[in-house]
Nanobody, 115 residues
Framework: QVKLVESGGGLVQAGGSLRLSCTAS????????MGWYRQAPGDQRELVAT???????NYADSVKGRFTISRGNAVNTVDLQMNSLTPEDTGVYYC?????????WGQGTQVTVSS
């Protein structure tokens, strides 16, 4: 089992920045990728960014050039630096970890961007 805990959400004005962090614990050797998804009220959960092999980031078109996914200071953490935030970035952000057989989710952290 893998447990994911997110931190760093909050309220920010448009144009501002936030940094999210996800810490993974448990059986981690099987994890092949980690990433971030988000869900706005009334919408489906969507991919924001994933980190492949700990180095290569894939991004949704809507966040390219504004968001950066990276390993945190510890090997079992992944961060999401979010710059130039807009109200459309508002939602609950979920950390995700994938293995060959399983898909794990954190509890989510709220990000609210005011106009």
């Amino acid at each position: 089992q893998v447990k994911l805990v997110e931190s760093g959400g909050g309220l920010v004005q448009a144009g501002g920045s936030l940094r999210l962090s996800c810490t993974a614990s448990g059986i981690l050797f099987s994890i092949t990728s980690m990433g971030w998804y988000r869900q706005a009220p009334g919408d489906q959960r969507e991919l924001v960014a994933t980190l492949i092999s700990g180095t290569h980031g894939n991004y949704a078109d809507s966040v390219k050039g504004r968001f950066t996914i990276s390993r945190g200071n510890a090997v079992n953490t992944v961060d999401l630096q979010m710059n130039s935030l807009t109200p459309e970035d508002t939602g609950v952000y979920y950390c995700n970890a994938k293995s060959l057989a399983d898909n794990y989710w954190g509890q989510g952290t709220q990000v609210t961007v005011s106009s």
